[in-house]
């Protein structure tokens, strides 16, 4: 999966290459739902997906600089725990990665599968967080971050998450209803925001937890 990744030129550097092969996906897909090496979103049931390993690796590539050891990442939307686990190996012991996931079940879901990976001594020290939040709210209790992730599209940029981010950091969020963009979003270290458009996505809502669970 990583090497093909690569030869599209979507895994790029050495250490997303790294970490894409030392979190297994397999461990974080449910059990029978087909193979989890395919590039494909899976469901993870309540209405939520565990994302393509091309947008995995998209964005573990667009923050790769803002995910160096020592620095603090939050995941928002954290649903399997893939890319928590991800953002934990690539900020080390030193760093500090949260995952806030607003549906109980799947944050017991991915602290179980964060157990069975390479991330599970980071879980232990604490230097690995999951939390049950509404996630559009971030989690100020970390903050500063050098790296935001959403993995939900959101209506509009949440100001807290604007808020939450380190001059210098940079928020990579999926942002639109029908027609979605994956926007990076830059403090600059006068704290000044730059928005470009990196690409169209399609992303379950950044929502609250009433309105994702109502068709489930
Ligand atoms: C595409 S899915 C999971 C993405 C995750 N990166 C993965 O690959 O496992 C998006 C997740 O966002 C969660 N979500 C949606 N709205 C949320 C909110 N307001 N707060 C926290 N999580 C939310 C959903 O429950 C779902 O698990």
Redesign the pocket.
């Known amino acids: 999966m990583v090497e093909q990744l690569e030869r599209y030129g979507i895994v790029q550097s050495k250490r997303v290459k790294e970490v894409m092969e030392a979190i297994d996906r397999g461990l ?1 897909v449910p059990a029978g739902s087909g193979s989890p090496y395919y590039d494909s ?1 899976m469901s ?1 049931g ?6 393509a390993p091309h ?2 690796a998209t ?1 573990l590539e667009l923050l790769e600089k803002h995910l160096q050891p020592g620095m603090r990442a939050l ?10 686990a991800c953002f934990a190996m690539m900020v080390g012991p030193q760093g500090r990665a949260v995952g ?4 109980p079940e ?1 944050v017991s879901f ?1 602290i179980d599968n964060i157990k069975r990976s390479a991330a599970a001594t980071l879980l232990d020290d604490g230097s690995l967080s999951m939390h049950v ?4 709210q971030g989690w100020p209790e970390m903050a500063p971050y050098d790296a935001i ?4 599209a959101a209506p509009e940029i949440p100001q807290p998450l604007l808020d939450q981010l380190k001059p210098g950091g940079r928020l990579v969020i999926p942002v639109g209803t029908v027609f979605q963009e994956l926007k990076v979003i830059d403090k600059n270290p006068d704290g000044s925001i730059s928005v470009r458009d990196e690409t169209s996505v399609r ?7 009433a309105a ?1 669970l109502k068709a489930y």
């Open positions: 974080f979103p993870i309540y209405n939520a997906t565990i994302s947008m995995h964005c995941d928002v939307g954290s649903g399997t725990g893939y890319l928590t806030v996931e607003h549906i799947l991915s939040a509404d996630g559009r992730h959403v993995g939900a992303y379950v809502p950044l929502t609250s937890k994702q």
